[in-house]
């Protein structure tokens, strides 16, 4: 079983909707989580971590943990086509960050 | 510099042939990590430096890979008699401080371009 887990996708919304991109982890023991962007050919880059249940807000973006069901998620609002990219979920656990293999998003206009 | 700087950026190499791939990390970051990325793959954790700390290797997929920190800055990462399946973009990232040691702060945790190797 992988650390991580993520639907590859495509997930395609349209452009203002709310893009719903959703990661599963396997250890209970993991300490926090994130959310990194990669746009083709690019490097990751980070755009969003948690720590504690429940959601955290930073602009259009919005982080949901769960620990309890071992579960965070990534909610974009007013979905732009310049979200269009991979998004890829991390958690660290014993000081290693743990990646899942991402999820694609396409942002139609 | 202002980021994480690795060279070659691209580099292709004959099978059975060594290859060394180098990553600077921020100026004062001590922490550094090496991962992998296969087309349309996610990301392979391979070592982690912390310090002065022994690495945690357990991520190097054999012992043709092996990496050096020198000086607690610049990472040399080399591949000894490469393999067709080494072809993968070699990704470095640092930090300022291990995460392990102030969980719930983070400091910053920045990749560099990449090193797109191609075995042929």
């Known amino acids: 079983q992988k650390e991580v887990e993520q639907n590859s996708g495509p997930l395609s919304v349209p452009e203002g909707a709310i893009a719903s991109l959703n990661c599963t982890y396997s250890d209970r023991g993991s300490q926090s989580f994130f959310w990194y962007r990669q746009y083709s050919g690019k490097s990751p880059e980070l755009i969003m971590f948690?720590?504690?249940?429940g959601d955290k807000e930073d602009g259009r973006f919005t982080a949901q943990l769960n620990k309890a069901s071992q579960y965070v998620s990534l909610l974009i609002r007013d979905s732009q086509p310049s979200d269009s990219a991979t998004y890829l979920c991390a958690v660290i656990n014993f000081n290693k960050f743990y990646f899942g293999s991402g999820t694609k998003l396409n942002v139609k206009p | 510099g202002a980021g994480v700087s690795q060279s070659p950026s691209n580099k292709v190499t004959e099978k059975g042939k060594d290859v060394e791939l180098r990553c600077d990390p921020i100026?004062?970051?001590?922490?550094l990590y090496w991962y992998r990325q296969s087309l349309g793959q996610g990301l392979e954790f391979l070592i982690y430096?912390?310090?002065?700390?022994?690495?945690?290797k357990s991520g190097l997929p054999s012992d043709r890979f092996s990496a050096e920190r020198t000086g607690g800055s610049v990472s040399t990462l080399t591949i000894q008699r490469t393999q067709q399946e080494d072809s993968a973009v070699y990704l470095c990232a640092s930090s300022l401080v291990s995460l392990r040691d102030r969980v719930g702060t983070f400091y910053g945790y920045t990749f560099g371009s990449g090193t797109r190797l191609t075995v042929v």
């Open positions: 430096f912390q310090g002065n700390s022994a690495p945690d």
């Open positions: 100026s004062g970051h001590t922490a």
């Open positions: 948690i720590y504690s249940n």
